[in-house]
């Protein structure tokens, strides 16, 4: 880890001492020094995600519970790193990655999640537009389209600065979840028990839930959309440089980053906490142990646990889309613009990031497309199996490039004097790889075709 070696973060010897006019910033709201981090772990409980944890409760009640504790340091250290990466070196992770790995390592990769982002966000999309259904009537698919055009139409004009405001204020709606959970008797033992002491069994179908409550929590497009996000920092904000040109800023920056992305993740999985917790004392406690999407899971609450949490549980379906459809798109944009040195960002103008706002837009009406009855009959795709195939590719791609990830923050002549040679942060990020490396070969071993 990377310790200054003076009281200004700077080092003399090398010429890159903080100038006297450096002095730190007024300290800012909270609110103000939460964005990319913040956003990033709001978006992983998306409509898929929402699907999946909802899956764990009601098959397994409150036994998976422990899984949010497990997985919430792990998350933390990756998610951190990558920003890391983004804020020292001024670039994304493909940017990163076209620079110095081989383009035989790097375009592989950046197809492999672009192809999962797209499935992703046609099962987001269909979520969205099926909770809305079940809301006020009406045709699923319209609404699909409607959201569709909503997210491109505030992705594309809308500039980034107050995109990214929308966007904070949007995770609220991940509340309505722990709302949701109180609605309900809780057996608070029962929870505790579930959350302190991890449950295990032989059963191949545990075995699997374990491993997609892992994936849809620690996947690839987090990684490069906050680190990307970074880079969108430094524009947005002016004074502000890559730490390599202006290391004396490591102190304010990384202590930034620490603190966003805590809270971020913690949002993440205090949030995925209680929709474990609201499926496993409603459905599992009624004997509903089979939702496959998001939609469904607020249908079934419906009898169980009334009008108004049932409510609650659709309306987040629709926020949560609302939010994580935008970083699905705009992580692949980032990484194709990257890789093939385009210029990238939310902060531009679309004439000036043509390429970035086609690849952006042409990912959601990609998925968008997998919602279209005659498409989806051609292809033999369905919503679940679109979330399936999704978990997936998110399996198999998230440990190689958390490989690379740590390679890339680990290189001096990359991140300079802010390499990550060792320390606590370090060891976290390799138990995450480690963890994830374990969790794709657990996938295959209990997949069943």
Known sequence: MYHAPSAAGGDATRGDAAPASAS????QPLLQRLGPGLITGASDDDPSGIATYSQAGAAYGFTLLWTMLFSFPLMCAIQEISARIGRVTGRGIAGNLRRHYSPWLLYPVVMLLVLANVINIGADIGGMGAALRLLIGGSALFYAVAFTGLCIVLEVFVTYTRYARYLKWLTLVLFSY???????HIPWRQVALGTLLPTFS????????????LGTTISPYLFFWQASQETEEIRDHQGEEALRIKPWQWRVQLGRIRLDTMVGMALSNIVAFFIILAAGATLHAHGVTDVQTADQAAEALRPVAGRFAFTLFALGIIGTGLLAVPVLAGSAAYAIGE???????LD????AAKGFYAVLSAATL???AINLPWVGEHLHVTPIKALFVSAIINGVVAAPIMVVVMLLVG???IMGKFALKAGKLRALGW??????????AGMFATWQP
């Open 339 to 345: 890789a093939l040195r385009w210029p990238t960002g």
């Open 431 to 440: 138990a995450a790889t480690a963890v994830m490396f374990l969790a794709a």
């Open 411 to 413: 290189n001096q002549k």
């Open 178 to 184: 722990v709302v949701a959970a109180f609605l309900e």
């Open 202 to 213: 032989r059963s191949g179908a545990y075995w699997a839930t374990v491993i997609a409550v």
């Open 24 to 27: 730190a910033p007024p300290r």
């Open 366 to 368: 990609l998925g968008l």
């Open 348 to 351: 531009r103008k679309p004439l």
